[in-house]
Each structure stands twice: as C-alpha cells, then as structure tokens.
C-alpha cells in the first residue's frame, strides 16, 4: 500500500506540472485570462466569471472557475468595437467610434488595471492562484498600439489525502489531512493592436521552483511532514485574431491561441465567433488533437452577457466522458469615455 501511495503522489506530481494554467474552452471570451496586456483593452470596464465542469460522467471532480476584472484609466480615444454600456440609466446614447485617425495622429498613452482569481480542481488536486496587473498602452500612430503588462500575486497548490479512494482506510500507510504549498507568482505579457486586430503573447509563471508542501494538521505519530509535488516551469501562449463586419448586421472574429511549456509539446486552439447586430453569437472551436466545441450567447440587458459552451473530446476520453461543460457571465461597468 505504501507504494501504490508512492504512485499516486508521482501521478498528482504529474498533474501539477502539466496543468498550471487552467483549460478553458471560452477564451476568446477573456482574453485577459490568459495574456495581461488585454487590461484596460476595452472602453468601459468589465467584469467576468467563469466556471467549467471537464470529462462529466467520470467518477472524479474535474472543475475550473475564473473571477476576473480590468479597467482602463485616462483612455482618451475609442477603440472597443462590439457593444458598449451606457455612462448611466439616464444617460443613453449609441455607441460612436472615433474615426479611423491617419498614422500621424498619436493619442495619449493609457493604463491599464486588473485583477484575477483562477483555480481548479483535479481529482484530490486543488490550484488557487490570485494576481493583480498593471498595463501601460502606447500609440505607435493612427489605430496602432502596443501594451505592455505584468501581474504580480501567488500560487497556492493543496493535496487532499484524505480524498484518495483506498481499499483499506485502516491502512497505517495511509497519511490522512492536507497538504499544502504557497510560491509567488509573475506573468508577463505583450500585445500589438488596431482597432479589429490583435497578436501578443504572454509567459505565465516565470519563476520556477519546486512545490515543498507541508502538512496541515501533524500529529505526534506522524514520520513524515514534508513531501514535494511538481515544479512549476513557464507557460507560453501566443494569440492572435481579428473581428470584421459583413454588414450592417453580422460581424465574423476569428481567433487563435498557441500554448507551450518547457519539456511538453505545444498545443493549439481555433476559434470562429459570428455576431448578429452585437447582441446574439455563436462560434465553434477546435483543440489540437482533443475536443471541439459549440458555443452559444447573447447580451442579455445592457451591461449583463453570458455565453455558454458544450465540448465534445476525441481520443480515448469520447468513449467514458459526456462533455466538458462552460458557462460565462459578463457584466460591463459604465463607459468611462466622454462623446
């Protein structure tokens, strides 16, 4: 038994390095998620959650959720181009873009602020991370911009012994309580942009340490107090896209989003979103060699979105799980610019 314990530690090792960022179908959804130099993109502020249920019919807990919020600050032109909130209640207009300006004309530069909580569970395994962003905008001339950001904040890493499925709970061998682990945390990210296209990337947890967990509740009994569980390595991501309007009605915006960890091969996802008259879209997706998806959403008053998103796996996971299942939900602060 106490090597079959052995085997489940090396397993959740495994986990722990190769799932540092959490998965989610909808990322085209936050881009902020995954690439800090999207705080303060927008015109107005915004607020978002998501919550993700992976491999459902498995006998495990497989969940992922996401709180997150950014803001602009002294943004002096607009550059959002879907929907946008209203100052206020009584306040209404329609949303005005500025004109395209010519590549001698340079805005003021902008900051940009946000914050984000993330983690997921995996089986036994459970990862919280938390993080605050400061990004710095800057006109290159007419609609280009470049951004530049750091979050800053700390990784938190729990084993739930008392979680693991044993024949024997009377076993001595088996170590009851948690295990825990704290380390710091610092993700970098760029971005190049107009007005409807965008490509950067970001490097996520670019310290890299081993995870030294120590136990929560020790007893006089127990002989053993400290064990490590996986090392953290950075995670490259890079995206791009782009949004263009058909007609007056109907906008496309496809998207891509490359990832990469040191001694992992690289993964990519695809993703088309259809917009009708910025209200109502639908979009499919694709993950290299892993699962494709449909999503579905609509903005349901004037400051409140949700989408949700059913995903189908391939590989041997089609034939013993019923989906991945995710669900986002929107709110828009007021617009903080000025007609």
């Known amino acids: 038994m106490r090597y079959l314990f052995l085997l ?40 978002k959650t998501g919550f993700r249920q992976q491999w459902t019919g498995l006998n495990s807990s497989n969940t992922s959720f996401y709180v997150t919020g950014h803001m602009a600050l002294d943004k002096s032109d607009r550059t959002s181009t879907g929907f946008i909130p209203n100052i206020s209640k009584t306040i209404k207009r329609p949303y005005e873009s500025t004109k395209i300006r010519s590549s001698a004309v340079r805005p003021d530069p902008h900051q940009g602020f946000g914050i984000q909580i993330m983690g997921d569970q ?17 006109a290159l001339g007419g609609e280009q911009k470049l951004s530049l950001a750091t979050t800053i904040g700390m990784h938190q890493r729990i084993l739930n012994l008392g979680g693991l499925d044993v024949k024997d709970q009377n076993d001595p061998n088996i170590i009851n309580g948690k295990l825990s682990g704290t380390q710091p945390m610092i993700n970098v990210g760029g971005m ?10 970001a490097v996520n947890q670019l310290i890299m340490d081993n995870y030294s967990l120590m136990r929560t509740n020790v007893t006089p009994q127990d002989t053993i107090r400290t064990m490590w569980l996986g090392a953290t390595v950075p995670n490259m991501l890079f995206s791009a896209g782009f949004q263009k309007s058909i007609n007056d009605y109907w906008d496309i915006a496809p998207s891509i989003m490359v990832k ?11 993703n088309i979103k259809v917009t009708y008259s910025n209200t109502l879209w639908g979009g499919l997706s694709y993950r290299h060699n892993e699962a494709i998806a449909a999503m579905i959403g609509a903005q349901i008053s004037d400051r409140v979105n949700v989408t ?16 991945s299942h995710e669900l986002v939900l929107g709110i828009m602060l007021s617009n903080f610019l000025e007609k």
């Open 192 to 201: 190049y942009y107009t007005r409807n296209f965008y490509i950067g990337g």
């Open 8 to 47: 489940l530690l090396i397993f959740s090792s495994w986990i722990a390095r190769a799932q540092q960022t959490p998965q989610f179908t909808q990322y085209m959804m936050n881009r902020y998620l995954y690439n800090p130099a999207f705080a303060g993109f927008e015109d107005y502020g915004e607020v």
């Open 308 to 323: 949700y998103s059913y995903e189908m796996h391939s590989l041997g996971l089609s034939r013993t799980s019923l989906g």
């Open 122 to 138: 995996f089986g036994p395994l459970t990862n919280i991370s938390i993080g605050g962003t400061y990004a710095y905008h800057i």
């Open 260 to 270: 990469y960890m040191k001694s992992a091969t690289f993964s990519y996802e695809a």
